[in-house]
């Protein structure tokens, strides 16, 4: 792995351009949620597919797929970022997160399985809170339920997991994530067999767009809110959603402001993940890609404005 850029200095997020040889590049990422200093929340997102396969209409990773990373070259990512403040690999935070989710649906990867596996032969931490987000495609069956059996056995208190229906309506979650997936009973039933009580709640996330349908009397149908929590996030900027014409919804709008009402008026835990509009300046969010922006060469005001600095570093 050479990593070939790094995004200017910034206290939010980094965001490293890696390159694997044959042609073969990805991206992984540091961040911080201030006003929480690094010391007690640390999180990185590591790439598990080189682009993806998927193609969700509102991401900048699914314009191409090169295949799936290895075990050792997701490790690579990881170990990158950790090396640089921890040298002896013993990582002193109060929650040190791993999202599996920068560039690739990592269900399609069962190299992840191995290094959730393997873990702690190569990294002593103190919290470590592993976090997968999925949009849940069939014929995983045999990733998910492995998945379930290491969750039990290893991480049954911090393990994180997140499915991004986006939609509720089948045909329209059918638009934006364009490939087979499981259905919300599927789903649910999986939920209620990962949940153990004590780590937390499933994640449904709705990345939410002008016209997506969110009907609470669906969710509340499927999804006991015991169990699963909901959590709004606009539509990052991303060339992906500004050629599909997919528009974020405004979180001030009442339109929003009644859904979350009803959700917690039906109980669940509702997240209004906003985020820090400098994270959509560095292309640190979710779904935005520096290396596909910087070949589709688009114009914007709000994302992607943070120099690249071209590095030469081996590992
Ligand atoms: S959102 Fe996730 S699953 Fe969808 S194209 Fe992007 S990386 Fe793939």
Not at 243 to 266: D, P
Request: hydrophobic share 35%.
């Amino acid at each position: 792995m050479r990593v070939i850029a790094e995004t200017e200095k910034s206290d939010i997020a980094t965001v490293y351009i890696a390159e694997f040889g044959q042609g073969k590049y990805l991206e992984f990422v540091e961040s911080t949620q201030p006003p929480i200093p690094r010391e007690k929340k640390w999180v990185l997102i590591v790439s598990t597919l080189f682009g993806c396969p998927i193609g969700c209409k509102f991401c900048d990773s699914g314009w191409q797929y090169f295949g799936k990373l290895s075990k050792h070259e997701i490790l690579q990512q990881i170990d990158y970022m950790v090396a640089k403040r921890f040298p002896r690999r013993e990582i002193n935070i109060d929650k040190f997160k791993i999202q599996f989710s920068r560039m690739g649906e990592p269900t399609l990867n069962e190299n992840v399985l191995n290094v959730l596996e393997e873990f702690d032969q190569h990294f002593k931490a103190r919290n470590f809170i592993p976090s997968l987000s999925t949009v849940a495609p069939i014929g995983r069956d045999n990733f998910f339920a492995r998945l379930l059996n290491i969750k039990k056995r290893k991480y049954d208190d911090t393990f994180q997991l997140q499915f991004s229906i986006h939609s509720t309506s089948y045909a329209q979650r059918d638009k934006i994530i364009p490939v087979k997936k499981m259905n919300f009973e599927e789903i649910a039933k999986y939920g209620e067999n990962f949940y153990s009580g004590n780590n937390r709640k499933i994640t449904l996330n709705f990345a939410l767009f002008k016209d997506a349908e969110v009907d609470v009397n669906i969710i509340s149908k499927y999804f006991s809110p015991e169990i699963f929590l909901i959590k709004l996030t606009p539509v990052n900027p991303t060339a992906a959603s500004k050629n599909n014409n997919i528009v974020s919804e405004v979180f001030s709008n009442s339109n929003v402001l009644n859904l979350v009402r009803q959700l917690e008026a039906l109980g669940y835990d509702v997240i209004l993940s906003i985020g820090e509009m400098e994270e959509n300046k560095i292309g640190s969010n979710c779904g935005q890609y520096i290396t596909n922006f910087l070949k589709m060469r688009q114009k914007f005001d709000d994302a992607y404005t943070y120099q690249l600095i071209f590095t030469n570093e081996s590992s």
